[in-house]
Each structure stands twice: as C-alpha cells, then as structure tokens.
C-alpha cells in the first residue's frame, strides 16, 4: 500500500507546491483559511490512514491484492520446491551418473532456476499493474465523492494530511469522518 501513500502524497505536494507560488508570487495580502462563513478560502483536510483503516471498499482492495500476493508466493515457492527436490537428488544420485546425464541434469536445473526468476519478475509486475489500477479506482472513488461533497460546503481545497507534509492543522476544518461515512454509505449502496 505504499504506493497509495506514494499517489497520495504526490498529489499533496503538488498542491502545497501551487499554494507556495501563489502565495508568494501575489502582491497581495494572504488570504485567510476559514471552513466558517465569512470571506477567504475555505480549506478542508482529511486523515488519509483513517479513510484506509476504515473505507470498506479500500479494505476491499487491499484483501483482495494481498490474496493475489498469497496466491503468487504459494506458485513461486512450489517453483522453487521443485528446483530443491532436483539439485538434492542430483546431489544424492552424482556419483553414479554419468558425465552426460550430470551435465543434463545441470542443464535441467538452470532451466527451472530461469523458469523461476522470470515468473517471479512477472508475477511481481502483474501485482503491481493491478495494484496501481485498483488504487486508482479507490483514487478516483474518492474525488468523485469528494466533489459532489463539495457542492453545498464550498471548499477551495481538501487536503489529505500526511504528517511528513503537514505541520500544523486545526481540528475544525477535520473532515474525516464525514467523507469515511459518505464513502462507505455510496459503496453499501452500490453492492
């Protein structure tokens, strides 16, 4: 799931990135944060580990990628089981093999150790493509969310807080436990 945080903090920084140049680049006054009426942008946050601990389909996701990595060391070590039983019964049987059928047996031993580091590189490029798709669908399922939530609140931004980026928050602009509520109600919804 560390590429979600990666995603994630990407398009955070990103957006602190923006707010630093146009803070600094307009002759104007800062503009003041307000979630409350009044004139200013209004700015809201989410807790990003508190939407993955507790948004059903993200929990979802990440069981059913975790099935899918389960499934591939089950396969890779039944690969690797069968290279074992070879290299002990050449170790076991060498000495009364000939010079040919030791070096076939050689041959033979390569190939499944070929076989094995290419279907792990695949196996491990197949989970993370899918990996990266699935996150990308809870990605999106949030955005979505996040503008029709939007429409009657007005925000400029929302955040996700991540403690390597963010210093300081005011709890009251914390929207967590809202968008946790909308996102589960949409997705029971959707079942």
Same mark, same amino acid.
């Given at each position: 799931?560390?590429?979600?945080?990666?995603?994630?903090?990407?398009?955070?920084?990103?957006?602190?990135?923006?707010?630093?140049?146009?803070?600094?680049?307009?002759?104007?006054?800062?503009?003041?944060?307000?979630?409350?009426?009044?004139?200013?942008?209004?700015?809201?946050?989410? +807790?990003?580990?508190?939407?993955?601990?507790?948004?059903?389909?993200?929990?979802?996701?990440?069981?059913? $990628?975790?099935?899918?990595?389960?499934?591939?060391?089950? +396969?890779?070590?039944?690969?690797?089981?069968?290279?074992?039983?070879?290299?002990?019964?050449?170790?076991?049987?060498?000495?009364? $093999?000939?010079?040919? +059928?030791?070096?076939?047996?050689?041959?033979?031993?390569?190939?499944?150790?070929?076989?094995?580091?290419?279907?792990?590189?695949?196996?491990?490029?197949?989970?993370?493509?899918?990996?990266?798709?699935?996150?990308?669908?809870?990605?999106?399922?949030?955005?979505?969310? $996040?503008?029709?939530?939007?429409?009657?609140?007005?925000?400029?931004?929302?955040?996700?807080?991540?403690?390597? $980026?963010?210093?300081?928050?005011?709890?009251?602009?914390?929207?967590?436990?809202?968008?946790?509520?909308?996102?589960?109600? +949409?997705?029971?919804?959707?079942?």
């Amino acid at each position: 799931m560390k590429s979600n945080n990666w995603i994630f903090n990407g398009v955070l920084a990103v957006a602190v990135v923006i707010l630093y140049i146009l803070h600094f680049t307009s002759g104007t006054t800062p503009i003041k944060a307000s979630a409350a009426g009044g004139t200013g942008t209004k700015v809201a946050y989410f +807790e990003i580990d508190s939407i993955q601990n507790s948004y059903e389909f993200f929990k979802e996701v990440k069981s059913s $990628l975790q099935v899918k990595d389960m499934e591939n060391a089950k +396969e890779l070590t039944s690969l690797k089981n069968a290279f074992a039983a070879k290299y002990q019964d050449l170790q076991k049987n060498g000495r009364s $093999l000939s010079q040919a +059928e030791i070096g076939s047996r050689q041959q033979e031993l390569a190939q499944l150790e070929k076989n094995y580091t290419n279907k792990e590189q695949q196996l491990s490029q197949e989970l993370q493509e899918e990996s990266f798709k699935r996150l990308q669908e809870v990605k999106k399922k949030i955005e979505t969310f $996040l503008e029709n939530y939007n429409k009657n609140k007005e925000f400029a931004y929302i955040f996700s807080s991540n403690s390597d $980026l963010m210093y300081y928050k005011d709890t009251a602009y914390d929207i967590t436990s809202d968008i946790i509520k909308g996102l589960n109600s +949409e997705h029971i919804s959707k079942k």
